[in-house]
């Protein structure tokens, strides 16, 4: 398993002008959806920095508490998790409350829950439309309106949301995931106006496919909808989107995140950050 480096290096040398890059000491982070995939490397990262972390997410609560453990006890910082239902806009600002009661502040807010279904907008679920716009849309909403408050008052704050390929450019059998993800970029321009004078941050992260369980669940979907072996959806339908030809890994992601977190990233502020093998450069 990849390792962050833990912080350090020797205080003297001076020819490492970016040494301190991603120190999160001190600081606390939220981070939705992040027992499994890109949020659980985000999570890695912070707390490999020195920060304070909240989890959150779905899974085996037993697999959750080792998860929490091994983390606070690898990287010594404090880790809690907060079981809020991301369907639930009361739980997503109860958990934004938590960390200020439980951690003392909250520096850093990432929404990165989501989920996916695959099908023809006329055969589309209601159900499942209401659940992804719920997910991956709303809850970003209701985080952020409780996070900015706690922010404000500290002086500083970051808020990182996770987007998508598909918040920029669209394929089929996706309409409530890319209405969804498109609607997150828009939320993050105009949170980003109207904070950007308080010292807070409000950016995205679009990334390519990665592979991830949401990715793993997408090939069987996408197989039975478009009537492929799995093997051609890899290549020709996942994969074919990419360039590169590869997934996005978690730990490039994570390397994005730590900038966006840290005061390197302090003037990048309403921006989206492409990290899809050249997707949408296309």
């Not at 989890?55 to 998860?67: F, H, K, S, V």
């Not at 909250?106 to 439309?129: C, M, R, T």
């Not at 308080?198 to 478009?226: F, H, L, M, S």
């Amino acid at each position: 398993m990849f390792q962050w480096p833990k912080r350090g290096g020797d205080a003297d040398d001076q020819t490492l002008p970016f040494r301190d890059y991603g120190d999160l000491k001190g600081q606390v982070a939220v981070i939705s959806g992040s027992t499994s995939g890109i949020g659980l490397a985000f999570a890695r990262a912070a707390a490999a920095h020195g920060a304070d972390v909240v989890l959150n997410g779905l899974g085996d609560p037993a697999e959750i508490e080792r998860t929490r453990a091994e983390l606070e006890a690898s990287c010594g910082v404090r880790v809690r998790y907060h079981a809020a239902d991301m369907t639930r806009g009361d739980e997503v600002a109860d958990m934004v409350a938590y960390a200020k009661h439980q951690l003392g502040r909250l520096d850093i807010l990432v929404n990165n829950a989501g989920i996916q279904h695959v099908e023809a907008v006329e055969k589309f679920p209601s159900d499942q439309w209401e659940r992804i716009i719920a997910i991956n849309l709303s809850s970003v909403f209701y985080a952020t309106r409780a996070a900015i408050p706690i922010m404000k008052a500290q002086g500083r704050g970051r808020i990182i949301n996770v987007a998508s390929a598909h918040g920029l450019v669209a394929s089929p059998f996706k309409s409530a995931y890319v209405a969804a993800k498109h609607g997150v970029l828009g939320f993050t321009k105009t949170v980003a106006l109207e904070v950007a004078q308080d010292n807070i941050t409000c950016n995205a992260i679009c990334p390519g496919y990665v592979e991830t369980p949401i990715v793993e669940k997408q090939i069987a979907d996408q197989a039975r909808t478009r009537g492929l072996s799995k093997e051609q959806v890899m290549k020709d339908v996942i994969l074919g989107s990419q360039p590169t030809k590869k997934f996005v890994t978690t730990e490039q992601l994570a390397g994005m995140f730590l900038y966006l977190a840290s005061d390197l990233g302090g003037s990048a502020n309403g921006a989206h950050f492409s990290i899809d093998g050249g997707w949408t450069a296309q």
